[in-house]
């Protein structure tokens, strides 16, 4: 067998080359996807050739394999109904470097091993357990949709960064796998994180990309305030939410963050680093707010991806937040939902005051089904 390198975003033809790779998956093939974190190889987890060949490659014995997924929708055939804290997990840390170790009960094995045509000893460990993964890579995710099955990835090479690029695994991997997809070097050196899932609560059986501070961050509650240039109207919004969500907590404005709750504010078209403006640090102020320390961002993927609710200033904000990630429809909206605030830049301080107080009121309305008060 010879192994064939192509190298996807300069092959000509994508989908094609995804298709192909999907088929040579359900044909029992073996084929080398890259993730964010390493290139792994993969089988299609119901195919027993496959299995065999991954477990010899790998000299992985009998030891569970990690399925990856394509989204976490598939995750309830392996698991069953997730409880709320683990779909929240899910829809926080997934798709990203983190695989999320569940234990899952006889009955329910036996179904998903049933169903999806799996060896259980395959995927789930003598205790019940199933590790699984929703890569953050475009080549990994296309392929395992387009395979329409569980996919198993192992690492393809050492864990030690070896398995970063193509040129240092391909030597190894010829004749021995079928496909290699070269997306170029792997956007992080570090590991995925592990975690065990409990019923309410998670503990990180191995730090790798996201540690213990960047969990909590993630699993917060998080508002976002978007409007242009994020020195006037969003972060007046950040700072009047902060003080409305600490009121509603009872607890200091420094202090929502440890209660599980964040709220950020960005630029549609932002430079970053730019104050807010003198009349907007002080209408907040008379309102309890503080923007004394604020500096601009631009409206990044990361912050919508981080979102549970974004507020746009205007329909068009709200647009540019779909420009960007069109999945965010279900959590994007104007704040205020009968007409767009408009930009008080230039006003005088009496404008600035009265844009705070209708903020308020809007912003008082929106985040009260968010944070129930205590």
């Known amino acids: 067998m010879t192994t064939s ?22 044909d029992g093939g073996l084929v ?5 974190t390493v290139y792994g190889v993969a089988a299609m987890a119901s195919h027993p050739d496959a299995i065999r060949k991954l477990r010899a490659l790998r000299n992985a014995g009998e030891q569970p394999l990690t399925i990856h997924l394509a989204d976490s929708s598939a995750a309830i055939d392996l698991v069953g109904e997730p409880t709320p804290f683990a779909k929240r997990l899910m829809k926080k840390l997934w798709p990203g470097p983190v695989g999320l170790t569940f234990s899952v009960d006889p009955s329910q094995r036996a179904r998903a091993a049933g169903k999806l045509e799996l060896r259980e000893a395959d995927v789930f460990d003598a205790s ?6 929703c890569p953050h890579h475009t080549v990994a995710i296309d392929v395992i949709r387009a395979v329409a099955a569980p996919v198993v990835l192992a690492v393809a090479g050492t864990d030690g960064g070896g ?20 997306a170029g ?20 059986v191995r730090e790798g990309i996201y540690d213990q501070r960047i969990i909590e961050r993630l699993m917060r509650t998080t508002v976002l305030f978007v409007c242009s240039g994020n020195t006037c109207r969003s972060p007046m919004a950040e700072a009047i939410a902060r003080k409305v969500i600490a009121d509603r907590l009872k607890v200091p404005q420094d202090e929502i963050e440890s209660s599980g709750y964040s709220v ?3 630029g549609a078209s932002a430079f970053p680093g730019g104050r807010a403006t003198p009349e907007a640090v002080d209408a907040v102020r008379k309102l309890g707010g503080d923007l004394s320390k604020h500096r601009s961002k631009p409206l990044m993927p990361e912050l919508i991806n981080q979102a549970d609710l974004i507020l746009t200033m205007s329909n068009a ?5 779909l420009a960007i990630n ?4 279900s959590k994007v909206s104007t704040l205020d939902p009968n007409s767009d605030i408009e930009d008080p830049i230039g006003g005088d301080r009496s404008l600035y005051e009265e844009l705070a107080g209708t903020l308020q009121g809007l912003i008082s309305t929106r985040v009260s089904d968010l944070v129930p008060s205590r």
């Not at 390198?5 to 359900?26: C, K, M, N, W």
């Not at 019940?128 to 993964?133: A, D, H, M, P, Q």
Request: no cysteine.
């Open 32 to 36: 080398v996807l890259p993730t964010e």
């Open 317 to 321: 904000h709200r647009q540019a937040v």
């Open 326 to 329: 069109p999945a965010a429809a």
């Open 5 to 26: 390198v192509v190298e996807i975003f300069s092959a000509g033809d994508y989908p094609t080359q995804i298709h192909r790779s999907a088929g040579v998956l359900r």
């Open 163 to 182: 398995a970063r690029e193509v040129s240092k695994i391909a030597p190894a991997l010829e004749g021995k796998v079928d496909l290699i997809l070269d």
């Open 264 to 266: 950020l504010s960005a």
């Open 185 to 204: 070097p792997t956007p992080f050196a570090k590991p995925s994180t592990l975690i065990q899932v409990g019923p309410d609560g998670y503990k990180i």
């Open 128 to 133: 019940g357990n199933i590790t699984l993964r």
